[in-house]
């Protein structure tokens, strides 16, 4: 038994499911900085918008091992993309842009008129929506068809004197307002800049602007016809809306019968809770503007406060350093030295055998004991400026009995600290550009 109840979760094993938890515990994309005139914010502020979000791997007959280690392969790459970006941002050197791209969850969209339905990718980390349209000079295979602008009675070419266009990282004008964006492994979209009507859920938005992807290459987008991007800078959705206020529910990744959630707009703040939130503030990179930054002051394991470096989580002067959080990202990738400290703790406080085997992927496991049903292991508290964020049990610990093995969803990164969005399933995550504040609330995702 562990010494300090109070310090300890108890997770409950069940033969052949990957991982089912009870707790005794209460439950470059970046864009230049105009200011931008929103003309047509009103009725997305007034109504309100909730749009379904899928995951990737939906509709996939996997386990949830299965469907995180192909998330984590995905969230490797991502990873280097992102890190990518901040070490170009700090660099004199001229190029394209480079964006984050991919990501984990699907919206569910419609453009033009008549609407046209598309699944797009959901991307915290950019600022640039954009599609596949015709004539593709190159366009990668999608679920969804491609954009057909001339069948569409509200697409509108972009002009070049455009805020939106001025706010491009780099932009060209020929034919029209037109972009060019790169993603750090080969993959790029390039066209024209247009205005369009986007309907999410069942409201109708007008004058949207949008890349019309017309050369679009590589195979980070095969998920989605497109990416929409919700950070921070004026060519994003959110900015686009005028709305400060956005939120997302993620359901947990083995839920294959729930849709996560994604709220705009009056509709942002979610349903009345009777859970208690921790707010934390945003904090602003001038090189990477987009990016949604946290200031995260340590970190807990059971009952002992990591003796973590102050500067550990520090965004430096030059760009580098800091931690986001992301939703593209799977896993949380914390600086390596902090990361060191965490398995340390980890091995010290969970009463099993070492797996040192690396057939997982994840870089602490532990053997599973054949003849018990149930488990300890220490909680997990996020020390958030502002509030102390408790994960749930199946938010960092992840248990499959078919290999034998308990892991710690969590990996090391240099530089950069990431939040990925195993750590906020089933919780509201709540952006508030207004306040500048990001707020956790925990909530039953898939009855939101």
Known sequence: ??????????????????SIFFFTLPTE???RGHTLSHHHNAQASRTGMRVSLEHVDSGTNLTKFDRLQRAMKRGRSRLHRLNAMVLAAGSDHISSPIAAGNGEFLMKISIGTPPEPYSAIMDTGSDLIWTQCKPCKECFDSPTPVFDPKKSKSFSKMACSSSLCK?????????????????????STQGLMATETFTFGKVAIEKIGFGCGEDNEGSGFSQGGGLVGLGRGPLSL??????PKFSYCLTSIDDSKSTSTL??????????????SISTPLKK?????SFYYLTLEGITIGDTKLNIEKSTFALNEDGSGGVIIDSGTTITYLEESAFDLVKEEFVKKVKLEKDDSGTTGLDLCFKLPSDSDEVEVPKFVFNFEGGDLELPGENYVIADTSWGVLCLAMGSSRGMSIIGN??????????????????????HCNQL
């Not at 038994?1 to 990957?18: D, G, N, Q, T, Y």
């Open 238 to 243: 959110v900015s686009q809306l005028g709305e």
């Open 285 to 289: 990179n001038s090189l990477q503007p």
């Open 29 to 31: 994309s970046t864009s």
């Open 263 to 276: 709220l705009l707009g009056s509709l942002a703040s979610g349903v009345n809770s009777t859970s208690k």
């Open 1 to 18: 038994m562990a010494s300090s109840l109070s310090s300890f979760i108890s997770i409950a094993i069940f033969a052949f499911i990957f």
């Open 167 to 187: 706010a491009l990282p780099t932009s060209s004008c020929s034919e029209g307002c037109e972009y060019m964006y790169s993603y750090g492994d080969y993959s």
């Open 422 to 443: 195993v750590q906020q399933q089933n919780l509201l995550v709540l952006h508030d550009l207004e306040k500048e504040t990001i707020s956790f609330t925990p909530t």
